[in-house]
T-cell receptor
Framework: GAVVSQHPSWVICKSGTSVKIECRSL??????MFWYRQFPKQSLMLMAT?????????EQGVEKDKFLINHASLTLSTLTVTSAHPEDSSFYIC????????????FGPGTRLTVT | SQELEQSPQSLIVQEGKNLTINCTSS?????LYWYKQKYGEGLIFLMM?????EEKSHEKITAKLDEKKQQSSLHITASQPSHAGIYLC?????????FGQGTRLTINP
């Protein structure tokens, strides 16, 4: 099966700092990657769609200047939470669409962000 | 408003009992996915349904998509502690996967 990794798996940062989360497709090329956020006891909420070589498309209510997404290659997308605040503490999950395996989505294991 | 409604939101069943989780959409479902998640962990893919009336089974889990392709159900037979977790349905719309709010399943011994 297709494997998607995320790094780091958990991170603690101080309020006001920025943190970068990486999403990698390990054994396939991903034309599209998605970033989700999940708060405790809630479902996954789509934040943005990341397409390789183009600007990310953000969902309504998601600040693009705060959540910077860069899809630099067919195997890597990064999400940078800028000037993080405690309310940004959440579980962030990415998924990748395998170009050569139809349009199925493969999910990463998630990154837990805690902002103190 | 939620595009995908899951019910119930929470379910507690005794080990060995059967249970059903429903996922209802206001729009036609062209691709309906079922995932299982333990909070703080990634998603485990269970099944994908595309055709009206389609039914798929894996071990003790069966998922169905109705003929109108607006409702799906996930049925677990003879539940076990390993079935506990959060079940999410997801719909493939405009090449984006949108999730229902999830159903938290607890299995009591």
């Amino acid at each position: 099966g297709a494997v998607v990794s995320q790094h780091p798996s958990w991170v603690i940062c101080k309020s006001g700092t920025s943190v970068k989360i990486e999403c990698r497709s390990l054994d396939f090329q991903a034309t599209t990657m998605f970033w989700y956020r999940q708060f405790p006891k809630q479902s996954l909420m789509l934040m943005a769609t990341s397409n390789e070589g183009s600007k990310a498309t953000y969902e309504q209510g998601v600040e693009k200047d705060k959540f910077l997404i860069n899809h630099a290659s067919l195997t890597l997308s990064t999400l940078t939470v800028t000037s993080a605040h405690p309310e940004d503490s959440s579980f962030y999950i990415c998924s990748a669409v395998a170009r050569d395996r139809g349009l199925g989505q493969y999910f990463g294991p998630g990154t837990r962000l805690t902002v103190t | 408003s939620q595009e995908l409604e899951q019910s119930p939101q929470s379910l507690i069943v005794q080990e060995g009992k059967n249970l059903t989780i429903n996922c209802t959409s206001s729009k036609t479902l062209y691709g309906l996915y079922w995932y299982k998640q333990k909070y703080g962990e990634g998603l485990i893919f269970l099944m994908m349904l595309q055709k009206g009336g389609e039914e798929k089974s894996h071990e003790k889990i069966t998922a169905k998509l109705d003929e109108k392709k607006q409702q799906s159900s996930l049925h677990i037979t003879a539940s076990q502690p390993s079935h506990a977790g959060i079940y999410l349905c997801g719909a493939d719309w405009a090449q984006k996967l949108v999730f229902g709010q999830g159903t938290r399943l607890t299995i009591n011994p």
